[in-house]
């Protein structure tokens, strides 16, 4: 019995998406996602749209990635804790970055 090395598990992975060319070729909620995959099978595959709450990353979108969905943007949201006023001029705090 052979075991499937990790390589030809990707491009089973890869092959269950849909291709795409442009965000038209995908459903709604979707799009077209350049997916950066071992060089032999990086093409771009349909992913969904981040919805609201998810968390995200403000880079996302440059590497790619859908982010977040059409109305929704990635926005830093503080976390709730006690930080004094002149230690939030230089650092925004504990945090993360989620679809808003």
Known sequence: MRIPSAASQIVIVILDNVCCVTDSDCNT?????????????????????????????????????????????CQFVPASTTMSAKRKIYMPGPGSYKCI
């Open 29 to 73: 909620g979707q799009c077209c996602n350049n997916y950066h995959g071992p060089m032999i099978v990086s093409k771009r595959v349909c992913e969904n749209y981040k919805v609201m709450d998810d968390y995200c990353s403000p880079l996302e979108k440059m590497n790619g990635h859908c982010s977040c969905g059409p109305g929704l943007s």
